[in-house]
């Protein structure tokens, strides 16, 4: 009975007595939600417009991050420096599109992903010849980011925010609306989403394949970039955000491969359910558990829903 | 010249159907055998057999095993890694419960929890398919590594959170621990990988190698000529966790002698899935083929720029093996993406109408 009532009933008992511990737990849990999604935005952007499963976009965050810190170090003024990086993303989305996209084109999926590995492999090993394998500290002063604290009072306790945090969740929101314009309103938009639906179909109609995907691929490096500015901000810029950007898979499972909301709701999902889990549960089982959570919850959840919140219905035929 | 089939007739279904039909295909395969056998152990050299041959045999199996899985079934999977730390710590837990037991039925004993391991992770594929699957593989990753810290009984409650291989003899010869020659431990993962290809390469061969590939091909075609996908699913994830816990218990009992949970981390699962890749899906030669690349060409690497002469810094040969890694994996996939066993056959099928083309 000792252990139900762990389990069942005193995480909800201290949420109610405790409401501003609650309240912190979820706020952050919104914020480490938001890089997962801006990570899995990545992810989905390719995917729809490519069919290319990236795994590279998470080396691509720490490519980014390094490019810039590094372009800074070497005596380049912050603004500048981020207009170079830009470039740099763009170099990368053109080679990428020219060197390993077109001679695998119309190859099968697992071709390609693997294709992204070598991609990854590639920029670990190009990043730390070129900026050096040691962490690095993010450029915030420099690029106007806010520091400090918001602390209030409330629910009997205190609650502290990062402005970090705030600034964060307000880029992401406001780049996702943005993307949403972009998709919907403009032309090149519109020739992405017809290139997701079907590549012939594009095609016949005049739309450049090659074209589409480097802007795709820029895209999500410009995604990619704004993940690793947020991210090394809150942590140093180092290769071991690379793993943590495998959290962003378990978020496209929840939301679904190809939909772009479905990113979104699912790094919310992920991250404040992981951080509830390990503060109210976790401490059952011995903590630490936010390594596999995500995972899980995303298994169970693929039991009963194979093709995600979002995701387009999988209809199979022979 | 000398690789002509001519002459050759096949008088009864056995000889058709023989996984080496060719005679120079036969007297190849032995001739490998005997130098795996005799020759690299009569040349002694500590390094080849321990740093080289060992791992690369070690890795082929593991490879094999996700093969089996991934080529043969079509099931992707990036939980290798944590189904050959199953073995590993089965292993270590059965050796020190039952110390005088012979520690090769062990090894292969692990396997089979490894197995286990495997089905109940298994479960969602009949739901679940491609990238969705390899997601959800990935928890099975993640889960088993946290018990590997987590649960201290693990590994005897060792202040070191790690597994030492104790000191087990084999017909009075020390065969693992820190003593074990180099030789030794070679002989026996060989003889083991080459046992178990065999098997595999019945197994692919046979009835259950066809519903395999019949699943991979088109599941729902398969399940409407008879096949019952979940048993065969499981089947395949259950011989393929099979032969990566025996991998990963000769790989710290025969090679590392101890291990922590970060051997077998997501690394470790993508290392094998880079292996079967390159090496081609489906192809138990290319298994070994993409161990030999993947694992070899990193060692060679670092030696060559010393023999060269340059004076390259330790970090800097790291970064550049890292990024010659990653080219020539997209190299190897634009140049061939069906992995070096299908440029193999290509090879061999050139050979054989030399000299000419068609």
């Not at chain 1, 410009?222 to 898979?249: E, H, N, P, Q, Y």
């Not at chain 2, 959800?136 to 990753?141: F, G, K």
């Not at chain 2, 899906?281 to 993947?294: P, V």
Request: glycine share 10%.
């Amino acid at each position: 009975m000792d252990i139900l009532y762990k389990i069942f009933l005193d995480p909800f008992v201290q949420m109610v007595t405790a409401p501003d511990l609650l309240v912190q737990t979820l706020w952050e849990g919104m914020v480490g939600g938001v890089l997962y999604a801006l990570i899995a935005l990545g992810f989905v952007l390719i995917f729809k417009a490519s069919g290319v499963f990236n795994f590279a976009q998470g080396i691509m965050v720490v490519f980014a991050a390094l490019t810039l810190v590094g372009l800074y170090n070497a005596g380049i003024s912050a603004f500048l420096a981020l207009g170079l990086t830009v470039a740099v993303m763009f170099a990368l989305a053109f080679a990428v599109e020219r060197v390993v996209l077109r001679p695998l084109i119309n190859q099968s999926d697992i071709i390609l992903f693997m294709a992204t590995f070598g991609l990854t492999y590639f920029l670990i090993g190009f990043g730390q010849f070129v900026f050096g394998g040691d962490p690095k500290v993010m450029i915030t002063e420099q690029l106007y980011l806010p520091k400090g604290t918001v602390t209030y009072k409330a629910l009997g306790g205190i609650i502290s925010l990062q402005k970090l945090d705030i600034a964060a969740a307000i880029i992401a929101s406001a780049m996702v609306a943005g993307l949403a314009v972009f998709f919907s309103k403009t032309r090149i938009g519109r020739a992405l989403r017809a290139v997701a639906d079907s590549h012939e179909a594009a095609l016949s109609v005049g739309i450049s394949l090659e074209q589409i995907w480097v802007i795709v691929w820029f895209a999500a490096g410009l995604v990619a970039l704004v993940t690793g500015i947020m991210w090394g901000a809150r942590s140093d810029v180092s290769f071991a955000l690379d793993v943590i950007a495998l959290k962003a898979l378990p978020v496209l499972i929840l939301g679904g491969l190809t939909s772009i909301p479905g990113a979104i709701v699912g790094g919310l999902i992920i991250g404040v359910g992981e951080k509830l889990w390990e503060f109210y549960w976790g401490p059952l089982i011995g903590g630490g558990t936010d390594s596999w959570f995500a995972f899980v919850l995303a298994l169970v959840f693929l039991l009963f829903r194979p093709q995600g919140l979002f995701g387009e219905r999988i209809i199979e035929r022979v | 010249m000398l690789y002509r089939e001519a002459g050759q007739f096949k008088t009864s279904y056995a000889t058709d159907q023989a996984i080496f039909p060719i005679l120079q295909d036969r007297i190849g395969i032995i001739i490998i055998l005997v130098i795996a056998f005799v020759g690299i152990p009569l040349i002694g050299n500590d390094f080849l057999t321990n740093a080289v041959m060992t791992p690369f045999l070690i890795f082929s199996l593991a490879a094999i095993g996700l093969n089996l899985l991934t080529g043969y079934t079509g099931l992707l999977s990036l939980g290798t890694g944590a189904f050959m730390g199953v073995g590993a710590y089965a292993c270590y837990k059965l050796t020190t419960i039952f110390p005088n037991v012979n520690i090769i039925i062990w090894v292969i004993a692990s396997g089979f929890f490894s197995a286990a391991v495997g089905v109940a992770f298994g479960l969602p594929s009949l739901r679940i398919k491609g990238f969705y699957l390899a997601i959800a593989t990935l928890a099975a990753q993640f889960f088993l590594e946290w018990c590997f810290i987590r649960i201290p009984w693990l590994y005897n409650y060792n202040v070191s959170a790690a597994i030492e291989v104790p000191q087990r003899e084999l017909f009075g010869i020390i065969v693992t621990g820190p003593r074990a020659s180099a030789e030794t431990r070679y002989l026996i993962v060989l003889t083991i990988v080459v046992i178990m290809t065999w098997m595999a390469s019945n197994i692919v061969h046979g009835r259950i190698g066809r519903m395999w590939m019949a699943v991979r091909d088109m599941d729902i075609a398969a399940e409407l000529m008879g096949i019952r996908l979940l048993p065969t699913k499981l089947l395949a994830f259950a011989v393929s966790s099979f032969y990566c816990g025996v991998a990963g218990a000769l790989l710290v009992f025969l090679w590392y002698g101890g291990a922590e949970s970060t051997v077998f981390s997501i690394n470790e699962s993508f290392t094998v899935l880079f292996m079967i890749i390159i090496g081609g899906l489906g192809s138990l030669l290319g298994s070994f083929l993409g161990a030999a690349l993947i694992y070899i060409l990193p060692i060679i690497l670092r030696f060559v720029p010393p023999q060269l002469g340059l004076p390259l810094h330790a970090a800097t040969v790291e970064h550049l093996t890292f990024m010659i890694t990653g080219a020539l994996i997209v190299f190897f996939l634009i140049a061939e993406p069906a992995g070096l066993g299908r440029l193999w056959q290509i090879g061999k099928q050139k050979l054989r109408v030399w000299p000419f083309p068609y």
